[in-house]
């Protein structure tokens, strides 16, 4: 790393950097103490845990050290990595990190990241946080979602400031995160979001001349016109924060921090959440109507079935792929049971739910790759465990066929990825956000039915299609070994990974 440093910084002199890699002080006395950095940039490792007593990672430190970690047992490294960062900064300076979404968007306090948020809240400015592609890294075989956080901490004076205002509405009996939106809506903090899609290579790694982030120049250097880069939009940001109207191409917005901070419950802070809010309220056709889910749908929270009281009756278990097909899952596959008869639950940790034809029922794990459909009247009763939540549709204005294409259409797959967080390959979908989320449907049936027509003809010829195709290959392969119709067991990676 050293080495790499001499040849990106040419001015570089020995005796002012120094690489350690315990948390714990700097040897060169001009580098030891607090608040000596005005600048600190990286993309720290993460998804480890950190527990008390470490030593290859705290050094001579403990995590009491760390207000983030006060009262745990073990905290992730990125929360530690980040507390200290903005440790080592001087009043007024900065930070640029690169951060797994969870930290932004993770709501249970198990898992340790509102209460991050409220110490970047309570430290200094959200100045901008910019949106990664899932890809990001995977050619370096992270498979995470990240973004950048841009973050400035308090000069004294503004420290002093956050504190009269959030001291006084504690004070006033409200809570710590209250409090905090209280003392910045006094403070008139604004905030840039960006969402980059293309970052100046595809997913494979090989280079692409899209870059949303900015344009190259020259030499390796920054091209003078960044015009349609979030570059160019975050230098229009800061020209006039107030009056900043934000773009679509690329995804950029601004936010008062206190309006940010209370938009949701757990005070989520990822662009591409926000970013989708504000597309949100602009699409509406004309002529349909705009409803939150939760007005149209309710979860069957009491439809579980005890499948063990019936030892040998057959029941249909349904599993969902990533293009909205429901298909039976297969038994005597992975860690299924070598038939779907009652006897063979006795043992399963899981809990049982039996769907009808209509609910919509969804993966709460792999919303966000498309795994949402309609139960057709074939698979009526069949069962899902927990993680696919299932909700009757009580609106009678929707045809539960259009509600099928609706959600998979790819506006709402765009609304599904918005929604989810964490930052792994498997993502959660909360059910209060997909709840509040809004649809927008034609209120006439008739007007639902020619609209999806068409995709119900395609979709008839194509099941046509495959079965002559099926039917070919069989006659083919008989003609090789002479095995009639007998078919191999599929084998179906998304299958195995829901195991």
Known sequence: MMADMKLAVPSWQRSRWQC???????????????????????????????????????????????????????????????????TFLDRGGRLGLILPDGLFNNQGEISNCPRVRRFLAENGYVEAIVSLPDYAFRKAGAQNKTSILFFRKFTQAEEQAFRTAFNTAMEHDEDESKAIATAWKSLSHRVFLAEANQVGYAPTGVTSPLNDLYRGGSGGQLADDQTGTILGEFRSFLASPATYAGSTKPDCMMIPFDVLWEAHSSHRLDPKYFLFKREEQTITPKGWIREPLKRLMRRRANHEVDPTTSPEQTVVVMTLGQNGEIRPREAGKGRNPPEWRGMYFEDSPSQWFAARAGDVVFSSIDLWKGCISVVPPAFDGALVTKEFPIYEVVDGRLDPEFLSCLLRSRYYQRAFRAITTGHSNRRRTQQEDFEELEVCFPPDQAEQARLIAGIQSARTDQRQVNALLLAKLLEFNDSIDGRGAEQLPEVDAAEQEEQ
């Open 20 to 86: 350690r890699h315990r948390d714990t002080a700097f040897d060169k006395p001009r580098l030891r103490g607090r608040g000596r950095f005005q600048r600190v940039v990286g993309n720290p490792p993460f998804g480890d845990e950190v527990p008390e007593g470490d030593e290859d990672h705290l050094g001579s430190n403990s995590l009491a050290s760390f207000a983030v970690a006060r009262g745990r047992d073990a905290v992730a490294s990125e929360h530690a990595i980040l507390e200290r960062s903005i």
